[in-house]
């Protein structure tokens, strides 16, 4: 299996109020992503030096957009997500059928945890029960997908294909922002906005469409809390000693 490091970071959050309805939706949710992510996984890390929250990222790249592309993208979303104080790891899944590969050398295919996101590149928005946006659409907790033609339309306007990748790491961190942040989470600046203009994709090739420091503060108390619910189903459960 190829590995490949990058260092990142990354924000959002408004945290889950009870565990049971993180459990909830993350069955929900588990459901829908089961249809559509078989694949194996390529490792892409992403971290920045100091101490941060990690959230892992399964990349499931429907449509077909280069490697170079995909790369450079997670690490503009990587750069603005670390900006609010999170460390991306980025799971990039091929999406051929992982043949002899076995599940548990395979982790795109491992249960989904509190601290696990599942991103899909989409081409164009697909019909479905869900509203669609201009970028993308996020299904909380765990769901968010990005449109690849959003990014390549905005980049043509402009007569600059290399703005293509940024324009899409950009609508990357939007839509995580979502899903830490929650679906009402838009905002009158920063990368939150709702509508993006001329000016929001200078900021965005620049390098200023940013999370706002409360949102930062909001992503990181929402990790803390899924980090939390993580540690709790990771700890041993007792043994009950049978009657004799």
């Not at 945890?113 to 029960?129: C, G, M, W, Y």
């Not at 803390?224 to 009657?243: L, Y």
């Amino acid at each position: 299996m190829k590995i490949r490091a990058r260092k990142q970071r990354s924000p959002f959050g408004q945290p889950f109020r009870v565990r049971v309805f993180l459990r909830l939706r993350l069955s929900f949710v588990v459901s829908l992503v089961a249809l559509t992510s078989f694949a194996i996984p390529e490792r892409v890390f992403a971290g920045v030096e100091g101490s941060g929250q990690t959230i892992r990222v399964r990349v499931n790249n429907y449509a077909q957009a280069s490697p170079v592309t995909i790369a450079r993208a997670e690490s503009e979303a990587g750069r603005i997500l670390g900006r609010a104080g999170l460390r991306m790891v980025w799971l990039d899944c091929p999406m051929e059928h992982f043949g002899g590969v076995h599940v548990e050398q395979n982790a795109c295919l491992e249960p989904l945890e509190a601290t696990d996101i599942v991103l899909r590149v989409l081409s164009e928005p697909s019909k479905n029960r869900f509203q669609d946006t201009v970028f993308g659409t996020a299904v909380v907790p765990i769901l968010a997908s990005v449109y690849y033609d959003y990014a390549l339309r905005t980049a043509e306007r402009d007569n600059a294909a290399f703005e293509a990748p940024i324009i899409l790491g950009c609508v990357i961190a939007h839509e995580i922002g979502h899903l830490l942040l929650g679906t009402n989470s838009h905002s009158g600046s920063g990368v939150m906005q709702r509508r993006w203009e001329r000016r929001q994709i200078r900021q965005a090739m620049t390098g200023t469409l940013l999370f706002t420091p409360e949102q930062a503060k909001l992503i990181q108390a929402e990790m803390e809390t899924r980090m939390a619910a993580s540690a709790i189903d990771h700890q041993p459960r007792p043994i009950s000693a049978s009657a004799e």
